[in-house]
């Protein structure tokens, strides 16, 4: 079914050169999928990073547990690499929480 | 009885009063649904004794926005909000509002210039200056914010951020102004506004600002909103001139 587009007289059908441009946007916008998600990776990493920057301060010990925490974050990129290892570190239940296991601070 | 005809002078000003008024004096007449400007409305002028004059339409008082044209769609899956011919040289400014829902998750909002007036295309050159700064809070009630943009893109961005899709139930509002799009006072379109969303991969929720212009002397007729894949199903987007 071609595609339409909604004016303020009604719909019009895509002509055909329309459709093929707009088959190379969405090609394109899917492409960089992987991308996007890497960089959703980043942000969420960064925000878990800062919440225990103030550990790192002079006046206060860093827990072996958190440094090897934080180091697990720094090497997520490394170490996942494939758009469905994206998806997993992303995976959230029906709340939007995240799900995956690495995100969560340890306390021991 | 026959008709007879009152000659001048024949009746008295104040013969005829209100009680005496056939009560379809007007919705006896024949109707118009638009008007011109030099329609007449009868008036009681108060700085003249109440005497009947009349006044034209084009002297009455308006309000500052006048709406142009309006797009929706309600459960009907469409690819864009297609505006053509809709900026002209009876306004230099306009003021666009709105909210658009996306068929598919994780999508961005954007809009592309038209050009060629009634029969409209596309203006897709990679001369869109856009950015965005996005305020967010997350599901955990953390805030904070992010910034987004590109200096040479084929198309403006309202946000930089995904969207969540319609089955969520969120959309994407926009209040934007457009500046100039026909090239009435300079050789430059710009814009700016504020958008209202839901973030996909997220979950958070954002309220943003955006804005950009255009690097070319582009004449544009017209406006298109789409998401960057899918389609568009619910939504309405009002397109308002300023008055000069």
Known sequence: MARVHATPNGLVEFSTQEETARNIEEQAWNDASAIRKLADIK???????KETDYLANSDVTMPSYIQTWRQTLRDLPQNNTTESQYDTLLARDA??????SVWTQPTE | MSKSQIVTGGIADDAISEEHLDSTLITGQTAITSLADTDKFLVSDASDSGNLKYVEKQYLPSGGLVKLSTVSTNNSNVTNFTFDEVFSSTY???????????????????????TGGASGTDY???????????????????????IGGYASESYGAISSHSVRETTNGTFQA?????????RNLMSRQTW????????????????????????????????????????????VIT??????
């Open chain 2, 192 to 235: 700016h506004g504020t958008v209202n969303y839901q973030n996909a991969t997220s979950d958070r929720h954002f309220v943003g600002t955006f804005g950009g212009r255009m690097n070319d002397n582009v004449d544009a007729t017209g406006i298109k909103f789409y998401f960057s894949s899918g389609d568009i199903n619910y939504g």
């Open chain 2, 174 to 182: 926009i209040d934007m102004n457009v500046f100039d799009p026909r």
């Open chain 2, 239 to 244: 397109i308002f001139g300023v008055v000069k």
């Open chain 1, 43 to 49: 942000e969420i990493r960064l925000q878990k990073l």
């Open chain 1, 95 to 100: 709340d939007g929480n995240l799900t995956n």
């Open chain 2, 124 to 146: 897709s050159s990679s001369q869109y200056v856009w950015t965005h700064f996005g305020h967010r809070v997350d599901t955990s009630h953390a805030v904070g914010s992010d």
């Open chain 2, 92 to 114: 230099d400014q306009y003021k666009i509002i709105g909210f658009i829902s996306p068929t598919t998750n994780s999508v961005v909002g954007r809009f592309k210039f038209r």
